[in-house]
Each structure stands twice: as structure tokens, then as C-alpha cells.
């Protein structure tokens, strides 16, 4: 079985302060993938990134970066000099591969969400 | 279109009451998802479609919910005999496998979800 535990349930940080979203997984498969949404007031989950489990490179996209550790099984996110606009609930992600039909897919499992307040 | 949508945006029922739910997949899409947010049990997968076929069922909660696909394009979400504990946000993701890619190594791309209250 799979598990996706995002301990921090809130934060609240004040503009332009750096923040880190905390994501440690459990599962018993060799491959699979890690993804982060963030989902806004508006209701939509918006993707941001997806890792696989063989790729344990760091990535920064702008102000947002990513820490992925296969060792602690954590896959951490973190925005630099937050904005107001990042307010919202992001959720980290975990699928393997499934097989039904005849054909494989991904079925997400998810954290509980932190909920992101960033305070102007 | 564009992106995932979603209709209703809202949908207040009473209790036993049928309500469907609709979703447009991303064009071309051949695989489509719908998941389920509660404050009680967070996000979890409903069903799976590939093309107009569900092989993967297998949280549908109850025989009360079933689904179907036309078209391999729209999805419609039943409901039957509504129960508060039905109320929640319902979610709907597309995602198609690019050439030489398996479906699960594919980013879903989510609608804006339908709010679902039952009264």
C-alpha cells in the first residue's frame, strides 16, 4: 500500500519569507512517480512538478524548488521569497504503475494538504 | 477545450435525491480519473477510464455511484439516492501517454470540481 504524509497541516509565513512544504512517502515499489499540486481558492488542482523515482536531481523553477531524497523518502518543496498569490493548499502525490484492461495508468494518492497563508 | 471542465461548478440536493456530474476531458485525451475530496477522507481515487471502458472500479464507495463515458470523450458521474455524507467535491483528470511513455508516467491534469452538497 501506498502513503503520502504531509505532516504540516497550515503555515503561515509573511511576504517575501521562504517556505518549505514537507512530503515523506511510503511505498513497497522500485518505480514510481512523485508529483506536487497546488490547489487554489478557486478549486482547481494546478500541477507543478512530477519526479520519478530514478531522477533523485534537485530542481528549481523559478522560485520554487525541489528536494527529492529517495535515502529519507521525502520529497520536499520549497518557495523562495513567497508572494501573497502563493496562498493555497498544495498537495504532494504518489502513483505506481497499475494494470487493468489491458492497459497500465496511475491512480494518485495523495497527502491530507498544507494549507499555504502568505501575509502581505 | 483548453482544460478540464466541470458542470455543475455547484450542485445542492436533498437527500435522496440523483444528481450527475459532468466532465470534458482535455481533447484527445484517452485516459480520464475521477477523485473525490472530503474534509474527512482528503483526496482519493473513484474510477479510472480508458477510452469509453472502466477497468479500475474500485473506489466507487457505494452501488449507489456508477459512471460512464461516451464518446471516449465525456464523463458523467451518477449519483443515486444522495446521502449527506455524499457531500463533498468531485474531481475530474485527464491524461494521454506520449510516445514511448506508459499512461502512469503521466501528469493528470485536473478540472475545477463540482461542489456537491446534499441538504
Known amino acids: 500500500a501506498q502513503k503520502v504524509t504531509q505532516a504540516q497541516t497550515e503555515i503561515s509565513v509573511v511576504e517575501k519569507e521562504d517556505v518549505t512544504l514537507d512530503c515523506v512517502y511510503e511505498?513497497?515499489?522500485?518505480?514510481?512517480?512523485l508529483f506536487w499540486y497546488k490547489q487554489p481558492p478557486s478549486g482547481e488542482l494546478v500541477f507543478l512538478i512530477r519526479r520519478n523515482s530514478f531522477d533523485e536531481q534537485n530542481e528549481i523553477s523559478g522560485r520554487y524548488s525541489w528536494n527529492f531524497q529517495k535515502s529519507t523518502s521525502s520529497f520536499n518543496f520549497t518557495i523562495t521569497a513567497s508572494q501573497v498569490v502563493d496562498s493555497a493548499v498544495y498537495f504532494c502525490a504518489l502513483t505506481r504503475y497499475y494494470n487493468a484492461g489491458g492497459t497500465s495508468y496511475g491512480k494518485l494518492t495523495f497527502g491530507q494538504g498544507t494549507i499555504l497563508t502568505v501575509h502581505p | 477545450g483548453a482544460g478540464v471542465s466541470q458542470s455543475p461548478s455547484n450542485k445542492v440536493t436533498e437527500k435522496g435525491k440523483d444528481v450527475e456530474l459532468r466532465c470534458d476531458p482535455i481533447?484527445?485525451?484517452?485516459?480520464l480519473y475521477w477523485y473525490r475530496q472530503s474534509l474527512g477522507q482528503g483526496l482519493e481515487f473513484l474510477i479510472y477510464?480508458?477510452?469509453?471502458?472502466?477497468?479500475?472500479k474500485s473506489g466507487l464507495p457505494s452501488d449507489r455511484f456508477s459512471a460512464e463515458r461516451t464518446g471516449g470523450s465525456v464523463s458523467t458521474l451518477t449519483i443515486q439516492r444522495t446521502q449527506q455524507e455524499d457531500s463533498a467535491v468531485y474531481l475530474c483528470a485527464s491524461s494521454s501517454p506520449r510516445d514511448g511513455q506508459a499512461l502512469y508516467q503521466e501528469t493528470q491534469y485536473f478540472g475545477p470540481g463540482t461542489r456537491l452538497l446534499v441538504l
Open positions: 511505498t513497497r515499489d522500485t518505480t514510481y512517480y
Open positions: 477510464f480508458q477510452g469509453n471502458s472502466a477497468p479500475d
Open positions: 481533447s484527445g485525451h484517452t485516459a
